[in-house]
């Protein structure tokens, strides 16, 4: 089967599915951010998941936009490029955490702290340089760029637009998270995920039913 980039983009809608379901499934089962955490079995799993969860998303998130780039204009390519640089940051963030945090935790448990407390909201006493920065400015990207981008694909209605439209809503809401409970914060990132997810299939299952077409049509030579 020849290459082409309409199977591409098509075949972009896994990864952004896997993607999105990895993001919505591990927010009720994550740890707490504290320093017992990073070595113990359940990060283990979840931070290489988080690792390649952010690697699949960047690849899935394109696929998105390169299927309706025709129709989203200035609004979605905005939100793509911002959407897409917030999770290239985080994904810094999650390859620091999978590596790095676990043997340092040892020698420096205090600086590991106060990594994670970054993301919790706690105080640190630790120079952490530019990363309280950059995580605060990842978040603001993540949530303007899902804005920008789930709008645009509304209106664009080539994908499902409830996916596109819980996408916008969830980015829109996400600052209420923080009158919540850490934990109970993360749980407002499970309805991006399914709304990642829902796109990323619809993209996917476009190719398949694009393969079973052409199929039938060369069974079927009578129905040319």
């Given at each position: 089967m020849p290459i082409t980039p309409s199977g591409l983009i098509r075949a972009a809608g896994l990864p952004a599915m896997v993607a999105g379901l990895i993001f919505a499934g591990i927010q009720p089962v994550h740890p707490a951010d504290v320093v017992s955490s990073?070595?113990?079995?359940?990060?283990?799993v979840i931070t290489?998941?988080?690792?390649?969860?952010?690697?699949?998303?960047?690849?899935?998130?394109?696929?998105?936009?390169?299927?309706?780039i025709t129709r989203v204009g200035w609004l979605g390519l905005s939100g793509f490029l911002i959407f897409n640089l917030a999770w290239a940051i985080t994904f810094a963030d999650v390859?620091?955490?999978t590596v790095i945090l676990p043997p340092l935790s040892v020698v420096?448990?205090?600086?590991?702290?106060?990594?994670?407390?970054?993301g919790a909201g706690r105080t640190s006493p630790v120079d952490l340089g530019a990363f309280p920065t950059l995580f605060m400015v990842s978040g603001i990207l993540y949530m303007l760029g899902g804005?920008?981008?789930?709008?645009?694909?509304?209106?664009?209605?080539?994908?499902?637009?409830?996916?596109?439209?819980?996408?916008?809503?969830?980015?829109?809401?996400?600052?209420?998270?923080?009158?919540?409970p850490h934990q109970a914060q993360r749980l407002a990132a499970v309805p991006m995920g399914l709304a990642l997810a829902g796109l990323g299939y619809a993209l996917w299952s476009e190719r398949r039913t694009k393969v079973a077409e052409s199929t039938t049509t060369s069974a079927n030579p009578q129905l040319l």
């Open positions: 990073v070595t113990s079995g359940a990060l283990a290489p998941l988080k690792t390649v969860m952010c690697l699949l998303m960047l690849v899935g998130v394109t696929g998105i936009y390169a299927r309706q390859f620091a955490e420096a448990p205090q600086f590991v702290d106060s990594m994670l407390g970054v804005l920008l981008f789930g709008v645009a694909t509304f209106r664009a209605a080539i994908l499902p637009r409830w996916a596109a439209g819980l996408m916008a809503s969830t980015a829109v809401l996400t600052p209420s998270a923080a009158l919540l």
